[in-house]
């Protein structure tokens, strides 16, 4: 792969970036919507206030990958994310699934925040300036929710028979979808090639790596089968458009609000 620096995209590789970048956003927005569902509901009050922080990273995270996205002539962050329906959005569906029980967001947090820190990592070392410097201001936030989870599931699998069984009947679900996070964009080999992206082949095979030591050999847990092969994107479940509904009504109900 070059090190050459990139300092101007093609006309296809701005769209493959800009696509890439919404694709990151979403996965952002949906889950730190999930997310916030616990405000207030949390099995323990600093527990309520560490998801809500992990949670406002995570829009913090899709800001940057949405701004910088602006830039290279998308949209404005707040009208990607406030005006498109179901069928624009393409987040993974591991994200738009309901928060379920503690044990059930807790490894979806683990497994995405594995995911989001190996990434970014890789894209620190990107050929494209802009790209490696929005990934340097989240990786360092994205460790610890990688850290904060991991204890989480340690504790639950190794806790009482009854967290046990709702954390791998929580991975039992999750796992399947988790592959998804993996699928490239139209374009994003040419990224790769570039140096611009990091190799997702790579960042996959340190995931797998790492979460099978952690679920695996140190919580006691077993992996479900995945399978072969996944539908795109664009291919969601019935619970993102009245995720969507809720996260955007007040936008839409005051379309012409110019401060918030």
Not at 17 to 32: F, N, P, R, S, Y
Not at 246 to 255: F, I, L, N
Request: charged content about 20%.
């Amino acid at each position: 792969m070059t090190t050459t620096p990139t300092t101007h995209l093609t006309d296809t590789q701005t769209q493959a970036l800009l696509l890439k970048l919404t694709v990151l956003a979403d996965d952002e927005i949906i889950l730190a919507h999930r997310n916030g569902e616990w405000t207030g509901h949390a099995p323990i009050l600093e527990e309520d206030i560490a998801l809500a922080n992990i949670a406002q990273d995570e829009l913090g995270h899709a800001g940057l990958y949405l701004s910088l996205a602006q830039t290279l002539g998308g949209s404005d962050p707040d009208r990607v994310a406030f005006w498109r329906g179901p069928d624009d959005y393409l987040n993974t569906r591991l994200v738009e699934l309901p928060k379920g029980d503690w044990a059930f967001t807790m490894v979806r947090q683990f497994l995405y925040d594995t995911f989001e820190a190996l990434w970014l990592e890789a894209a620190t070392r990107s050929t494209y300036a802009p790209l490696a410097e929005v990934a340097a201001k989240a990786v360092r936030e994205e460790k610890f929710h990688v850290q904060h989870t991991a204890l989480w599931v340690e504790r639950l699998a190794l806790g009482t028979p009854e967290s046990e069984r709702r954390t791998r009947a929580a991975l039992t679900e999750l796992w399947p979808h988790a592959a998804q996070l993996f699928q490239p964009v139209e374009g994003e080999a040419d990224l790769t090639a570039a140096g611009i992206l990091p190799d997702l082949n790579a960042v996959h095979a340190r995931w797998t790596d790492l979460v099978t030591r952690h679920l695996v050999d140190k919580c006691g847990l077993t992996l479900p089968d995945a399978p072969t092969t996944q539908p795109g994107r664009d291919t969601h479940t019935h619970h993102l458009a009245p995720l969507l509904e809720e996260m955007q009504s007040v936008a839409r109900q005051h379309p012409d609000a110019e401060v918030w």
